[in-house]
């Protein structure tokens, strides 16, 4: 009779393998990841792969094919460990929201050391908001709103935007970038038929690395139904772009930020044109309390205001459990509201048709104000 799987097992695997993905030099192996292959080993006996290629190619399927214990609360077990050779997106979210064991060391965790770097941010603006709401509510619209629309930029182009900054400063802002040379390697490209090497974004997910000679997204799936491909993707010139986001503020600000743009540029250039009732668009109104206020008057007498938290999760029951442990009250009259939404892009909707009713099964009974759309249903009731 095999011993059961330690329940600590899974975070130590998904901790020594962000390190080990991370890392250039992969030997030895991360102390957590030694720690979580050989309890696997211990427990799957004659089914553990007999090499590490076939041990990376099992840790690319779903884990419930695989897995020998139970999961924690969160993971979906129709998701993998690895997805293309990087941490899958599920993964990445339960890292950032796990309590970390206190044995493991994130010195060499950069996606979570540097989603701390935005989080610090948030953080002194919020401070500051406290004597200058008005300005300090305009310096974190103005910083993360650059962030999610400039994913690659230069010193002097950070000095010139945010040279009247009263309350982060640009050291801050700078310290979201890194520089890109010395990620020359996973993403110079040179493409067919040039004759030098660039940099390539994709107004989809940013940033483009390259994985075995081909160009591709951070998050794939988040590309899925939104990439333009190859001929819509864009190439640099690395002199003129010596920043780029780390990967942290990519995977974490930049990526899930882009739909949150989207709309807030649809509302304010398409929908008020349209829809005469929708007086007010304030993008992350209180510094971030949520994500896009829309303020409706309906008559001289009757106004009402929406108040709109963009979500993006693999996963819709994890979805669905946040909201039904999200707070959705401020005491600031500013932020009152008297419908809520929750919305996520619509091209989840492709990789799982039953996407929104999986969401509101998790979330269980929400108030009758309450709601989870998707964009493209969220886009139809406001111009409705």
Not at 17 to 27: H, I, R, S, V
Not at 120 to 148: C, K
Not at 324 to 331: C, E, G, L, S, Y
Request: glycine share 6%; charged share 20%; with cysteine.
């Amino acid at each position: 009779m095999t011993q059961p799987l330690p329940e600590e097992v899974f975070p130590y695997l998904a901790i020594g393998l962000a390190k080990y993905t991370e890392n250039e030099q992969k030997y030895p192996y991360p102390d957590e990841l030694f720690y979580a292959l050989n309890q696997l080993s211990l427990v799957m006996l004659g089914t553990y792969p007999n090499t590490i290629t076939d041990l990376f190619e099992l840790f690319e399927q779903p884990l419930e094919q695989w897995w020998p214990g139970i999961l924690p609360t969160g993971v979906d077990p129709r998701f993998e460990l690895l997805y293309e050779g990087g941490l899958d997106e599920q993964v990445v979210e339960f890292l950032l929201e796990y309590q970390i064991p206190e044995k493991a060391t994130l010195r060499d965790l950069q996606i979570i050391l540097e989603n701390q770097l935005m989080i610090n941010i948030l953080n002194m603006a919020r401070s500051a908001s406290i004597a200058d709401p008005v300005g300090a509510n305009e310096d974190y619209v103005a910083i993360r709103q650059y962030v999610i629309t400039h994913p690659w930029t230069s010193n002097e182009q950070l000095r010139r935007q945010f040279r009247d900054l009263r309350h982060i400063k640009i050291q801050d802002v700078g310290g979201l970038y890194q520089e890109a040379r010395s990620l020359q390697s996973i993403l110079l490209h040179q493409s067919a038929g040039t004759s030098e090497a660039h940099y390539w974004n994709c107004p989809a997910c940013g940033p483009l690395y390259q994985r075995n000679k081909r160009l591709g997204s951070l998050k794939p799936n988040a590309c899925l139904g939104r990439c333009p491909g190859p001929l819509g993707w864009q190439d640099l010139d690395p002199m003129n772009y010596p920043l780029v986001l780390k990967r942290g503020i990519h995977l974490r600000t930049m990526i899930p930020g882009t739909t949150e743009i989207q709309l807030y540029q649809w509302l304010t250039q398409d929908a008020q044109s349209t829809t005469p009732e929708l007086q007010h668009v304030i993008l992350w109104p209180g510094v971030d309390c949520y994500d896009l206020q829309l303020r409706f008057q309906r008559s001289s007498q009757t106004s009402e205001t929406w108040a709109i938290d963009v979500k993006d999760y693999k996963d819709p029951f994890a979805l669905g459990k946040h909201i039904a442990q999200d707070k959705r009250h401020f005491t600031e009259q500013a932020l009152e509201w008297q419908r809520w939404y929750y919305v996520y892009p619509s091209y989840r909707e492709q990789q799982r048709s039953d996407y929104r009713t999986c969401a509101l099964r998790a979330a269980g009974q929400l108030p009758a104000h309450v709601g989870i759309l998707s964009e493209k249903q969220f886009k139809a009731m406001v111009t409705a």
